[in-house]
């Protein structure tokens, strides 16, 4: 069996490297995608994709494990970062994670190679299992790392050629593994926030693309204009650092897009600003639809998980009512739906 491997010279990759090859596999070529906007964003810093390079040739020579770096700058910008952009002029709260997946890895790189290989393996945390035909994907058993959520937009053709070899496993013992593999790398941190931005903020690549508007924050309950902020789109939904604001805490509740106007609730109000029912449009379902109205939901990364009940509205348009509240739903953000651990798929929230 071929194998194309993503490696991006952290420690999860690497790992994952060096399980394929305890499990008999032989004939592996790994790839460092580059998607770092070099020249487009180098004034804001630095992306350490260089060291990156480094750590992930050191690997392979290891192993000797062929290495080739696969240029997908503008792809990335045209399927990710155009949509980041075109989501934060309407309000609306990005996932570029999840098309980074969608679109890049699993998709301008399968675009690219698909035809050489067999599978493709990275070093996501989940689980595939086939089932009567059908490739299911599965959360990781460790919690905080499960990258179900952002894997959520898969197609069934391009999950049923993925392998996951730290999937089953908890990141403890990946950490443990990289030591036993005395990996060039095994000391790492793990790299955190958005996978092309590197060290740069956040927010300075909002400002490089959108620039800055001065508006108000008003208190919801009262329009009192209790400050200013540098325009609508450097805000989300349910956000309490970075307001600048004095006796809070204060959380984003809502956005007026054509007056520029950020609202915000403090913590004393802010259960009754927790919503519990939303809409979700455009879903996309990895292997099939779900085959009760009872499920469970992730509105972001991470452990947390809420029990709700879907009513199809129509073939594209869903309503979901949550068990229990959350201050955050914002649109264009996507909730991910679950039955037991079996990841489903995702749909944005309107």
């Known amino acids: 069996?071929?194998?194309?491997?993503?490696?991006?010279?952290?420690?999860?990759?690497?790992?994952?490297?060096?399980?394929?090859?305890?499990?008999?596999?032989?004939?592996?070529?790994?790839?460092?995608?580059?998607?770092?906007?070099?020249?487009?964003?180098?004034?804001?810093?630095?992306?350490?994709?260089?060291?990156?390079?480094?750590?992930?040739?050191?690997?392979?020579?290891?192993?000797?494990?062929?290495?080739?770096?696969?240029?997908?700058?503008?792809?990335?910008?045209?399927?990710?970062?155009?949509?980041t952009i075109s989501e934060l002029k309407r309000g609306h709260t990005p996932s570029p994670?999840?098309?980074?997946?969608?679109?890049?890895?699993?998709?301008?790189f399968y675009d690219k190679v698909n035809e050489e290989y067999d599978k493709v393996a990275t070093g996501h945390y989940g689980i595939v299992e086939e089932i009567d035909g059908l490739s299911y994907l599965r959360r990781s058993p460790d919690p905080v790392k499960d990258q179900s959520y952002f894997l959520s937009h898969l197609s069934q053709d391009q999950i049923s050629k993925i392998i996951f070899p730290i999937g089953s496993l908890m990141k403890e013992e990946v950490r443990a593994l990289a030591q036993r593999y005395d990996l060039p790398n095994k000391d790492r941190k793990d790299s955190q926030g958005i996978c092309f931005l590197g060290k740069i903020k956040y927010s300075d690549f909002v400002k490089?693309?959108?620039?800055?508007?001065?508006?108000?924050?008003?208190?919801?309950?009262?329009?009192?204009?209790?400050?200013?902020?540098?325009?609508?789109?450097?805000?989300?939904?349910?956000q309490r650092q970075g307001l600048g604001?004095?006796?809070?805490?204060?959380?984003?509740?809502?956005?007026?897009?054509?007056?520029?106007?950020?609202?915000?609730?403090?913590?004393?109000?802010?259960?009754?600003?927790?919503?519990?029912?939303?809409?979700?449009?455009?879903?996309?379902?990895?292997?099939?639809?779900?085959?009760?109205?009872?499920?469970?939901?992730?509105?972001?990364?991470?452990?947390?998980?809420?029990?709700c009940r879907i009513k199809w509205l129509s073939a594209e348009r869903i309503e979901v009512t949550m068990d229990e509240g959350d201050k955050g739903i914002a649109p264009g953000q996507f909730a991910v739906f679950y039955e037991d651990d079996i990841c489903l798929g995702g749909a944005r929230i309107e």
Not at 97 to 108: H, P, T, Y
Not at 245 to 255: F, I
């Open 1 to 83: 069996m071929k194998i194309a491997l993503l490696l991006s010279g952290g420690v999860d990759s690497s790992v994952a490297l060096y399980r394929l090859l305890e499990q008999g596999y032989t004939d592996i070529t790994a790839y460092y995608l580059k998607i770092w906007l070099e020249d487009e964003l180098s004034f804001l810093g630095t992306c350490p994709w260089e060291e990156d390079m480094a750590y992930a040739r050191a690997v392979c020579e290891a192993k000797n494990i062929p290495l080739k770096v696969l240029p997908l700058q503008q792809e990335y910008f045209d399927r990710v970062v155009s949509y």
């Open 97 to 108: 994670d999840i098309f980074c997946n969608q679109r890049v890895k699993f998709g301008a």
């Open 208 to 238: 490089h693309y959108l620039g800055e508007k001065e508006g108000e924050i008003r208190e919801l309950e009262t329009e009192e204009v209790l400050g200013s902020h540098k325009g609508f789109w450097f805000h989300t939904i349910g």
């Open 245 to 307: 604001l004095s006796n809070g805490p204060w959380y984003v509740t809502s956005k007026d897009l054509e007056n520029n106007i950020i609202y915000v609730s403090s913590s004393r109000n802010i259960l009754e600003q927790k919503r519990t029912v939303f809409n979700v449009c455009e879903p996309n379902w990895i292997s099939r639809k779900p085959r009760t109205d009872e499920l469970t939901l992730k509105l972001r990364h991470g452990p947390r998980l809420n029990s």
